[in-house]
Nanobody
Framework: QVQLVESGGGLVQPGGSLRLSCAAS????????MGWYRQAPGKERELVAI??????NYADSVKGRFTISRDNAKNTVYLQMNSLKPEDTAVYYC???????????????WGQGTQVTVSS
């Protein structure tokens, strides 16, 4: 199995910064894409940022403020969030597309989520 463990959420004032981390562990053979999604109360889960061999993509709402990065040696993905706004408040979920040591196919895995609250 594969586990994704997130950290770094919390309460921050508007204009502040937070850095989220997500470490993947388990029977990992290879990781294709890693990314971050978020879900605000009453809304659907949406893509925030994703990184893969093909590059990175961001939601329009976070471009220029958020930066996704990845440490392949550590199977870890980060999300640096700057200039945070109240509308960024949500539960942030890590996602990874992983091929395990005992599978021939890639599977989709999720972390447990970490709360980010932007409020004064």
């Amino acid at each position: 199995q594969v586990q994704l463990v997130e950290s770094g959420g919390g309460l921050v004032q508007p204009g502040g910064s937070l850095r989220l981390s997500c470490a993947a562990s388990g029977s990992i053979f290879s990781i294709n894409a890693m990314g971050w999604y978020r879900q605000a109360p009453g809304k659907e889960r949406e893509l925030v940022a994703i990184t893969s061999g093909g590059g990175t993509n961001y939601a329009d709402s976070v471009k220029g403020r958020f930066t996704i990065s990845r440490d392949n040696a550590k199977n870890t993905v980060y999300l640096q969030m700057n200039s945070l706004k109240p509308e960024d408040t949500a539960v942030y979920y890590c996602n990874a597309v992983v091929k395990t040591s005992y599978s021939t196919r890639y599977g989709n895995y999720w972390g447990q989520g970490t709360q980010v609250t932007v409020s004064s």
